[in-house]
């Protein structure tokens, strides 16, 4: 079993910073992707970007420039930079891997429970 836990939220001001984290732990062959994702009130499950096996990154219009995802080792962990925080980012953020248990499984999905992240006006 792989779980994951998020890390790193808090409450902010506009215009800071966070850092928050994602740690994979359990018995997995290889994660080949990991992608944030955050939940605002009210509002649907976005993806805020993600980061491939080979160091590759993709971000939503909406934070590019600003977030940035990076790993320490073999995507685990993986850490989400935001800078110039907006209100509007306040969200609940997730963070999701694609997992490959053994190196004959299909990768399945994995989901963290998430971390609060608050930006004030």
């Known amino acids: 079993q792989v779980q994951l836990v998020e890390s790193g939220g808090g409450l902010v001001q506009a215009g800071g910073s966070l850092r928050l984290s994602c740690a994979a732990s359990g018995t997995f062959f290889r994660i080949n992707a990991v992608s944030w994702y955050r939940q605002a009130p009210g509002k649907e499950r976005e993806l805020v970007g993600i980061i491939g096996s080979d160091g590759s990154t993709n971000y939503a219009d909406s934070v590019k420039g600003r977030f940035t995802i990076s790993r320490a080792n073999v995507l685990n962990p993986v850490y989400l930079q935001m800078n110039s925080l907006r209100p509007e980012d306040t969200a609940v953020y997730y963070c999701?891997?694609?997992?490959?248990?053994?190196?004959?499984?299909?990768?399945?999905?994995?989901w963290g429970q998430g971390t609060q992240v608050t930006v004030s006006s």
């Open positions: 999701n891997a694609v997992v490959r248990i053994t190196s004959w499984g299909q990768p399945r999905n994995y």
